[in-house]
């Protein structure tokens, strides 16, 4: 089995509006490897959400390839691209995007619901990664009863609880405080080491990228290595 989880050759993206083309990442190159958790900082507005949103195929590259677990997710169709990622990644967003008529326990157990897992067995796995984010007292609340703090680690547990082979996170830790998002980042560790589940964290929190094996800097749509 090889190595490589998620790559990216010559990637370029540009937004259109009308007859205005705003170019947003430039021929960028990428690898990730089991088991690696790779930083990717930069400014604001500097292109790294973008490359996030392409790397996940949520958002078409206007050129390039994206090879996932050896399959390019472009040239499937809608079904089986959406099948590829439920399979492979788990997705931290900036926002947490809980259901807000589900209790924290069903949003953790989505992605293991698509899968038309048990749900007697969904929900229970659902919980025992609450548990390690630190929210086995919330299994039954709303998101609009967590505190922005909560619902931040109810998201990542949700990214996390299907043993995906990579995690793309975007500020995963910027709405908690210094004692969680350590312990956050101390199960990505575990993670990655015990399961092979590789990650790209988006962050501006210095501590925790120089905790990554690599530091990728985004400057005006390019990568730069450190």
Do not use: W
Request: with cysteine; aromatic share 4%; charged share 20%.
């Amino acid at each position: 089995m090889s190595d490589l989880i998620l790559s990216a050759s010559n990637l370029c993206k540009s937004y259109q509006s009308g007859k205005v083309s705003t170019p947003v990442l430039h021929d960028v190159n990428f690898q990730l490897a089991r088991s690696e958790i790779v930083a990717l900082v930069g400014a604001s507005g500097s292109g790294k959400s973008t490359l996030l949103h392409c790397l996940g195929a949520l958002d078409q590259p206007s050129s390039g390839q994206i090879s996932l677990m050896g399959k390019d997710p472009f040239t499937l169709n809608e079904n089986a691209r959406g099948q590829l990622r439920n399979q492979h990644l788990g997705f931290v967003y900036q926002f947490h995007h809980l259901l807000a008529e589900f209790t924290a326990a069903e949003n953790v157990a989505m992605p293991l619901l698509i899968r038309r897992m048990e749900k007697t067995a969904a929900l229970k796995q659902a919980q025992e990664m609450l548990a390690r984010v630190g929210l086995d007292h919330r299994f039954d609340h709303k998101p609009s009863e967590l505190s922005g703090g909560e619902r931040q680690r109810a998201a990542i547990a949700r990214a996390l609880v299907s043993t995906p082979d990579c995690v793309l996170a975007d500020e995963p830790t910027g709405n908690l405080d210094r004692s969680n998002a350590s312990a956050v980042f101390d199960l990505m560790i575990e993670l990655a080491g015990d399961l092979g589940t590789g990650f790209v964290v988006v962050t501006h929190d210095a501590s925790l990228a120089e905790r990554c094996q690599r530091v990728l800097h985004m400057v005006d749509g390019q990568l730069r290595q450190t």
